[in-house]
């Protein structure tokens, strides 16, 4: 908080040499922040949760793998996919997809292409949920090949974390 209150006050050289001479030959003391430089610095952010949660279930023939992986949708507006398993195969694009439907074939695709030459075993990805998917236009989160088009594996979201 230190750094955080000084970035909001109003800083010249003498603060980086301070900075430095307190780091490198210890000649210098800091003074402790004043009760006005702590009212300046920023209420820290709220912790990360889980808002929902739920879990791949492959929906084809011949499995993809993906079963069992995680899917956690985070508060601070991303969808991560932990210990994601996949082939790697299919047509590209195999993409994912956040929807409103189970079976929707229309939605939000959050990520690039999923398709390589050696499969994914226990990979956590991180996706940003697009400002326009808001709760109420997606509850289902898919491995889609939208060459096909079809669903690889879904997710229904359900509220909270994992217990």
């Not at 959050?110 to 509850?139: C, H, W």
Request: negative net charge; glycine residues 8%; proline residues 9%.
């Amino acid at each position: 908080y230190a750094l955080q209150a000084a970035s909001s006050v109003n800083l010249d050289i003498s603060d980086a040499i301070a900075l430095l001479s307190y780091l490198f030959s210890g000649q210098f003391t800091i003074q402790p922040l004043t009760a006005a430089e702590i009212a300046q610095c920023p209420e820290p952010p709220p912790p990360l949760t889980v808002v929902r949660h739920g879990t791949m279930l492959d929906v084809i023939e011949p499995s993809h793998g993906i079963q069992g992986s995680r899917v956690e949708q985070w508060s601070d507006g991303t969808i991560r996919l932990k210990n994601f398993y996949y082939d790697g195969q299919g047509v590209p694009l195999v993409v994912v997809l956040l929807s409103k439907g189970k079976f929707d074939h229309f939605g939000f695709v959050v990520s690039g292409d999923l398709t390589r030459n050696q499969p994914y075993v226990n990979e956590t990805f991180l996706f940003p949920i697009p400002p326009e998917a808001t709760n109420d236009k997606f509850g289902f989160v898919s491995i889609w090949c939208d060459d096909f088009p079809l669903h690889y594996a879904i997710a229904t979201l359900f509220p909270g974390g994992f217990p």
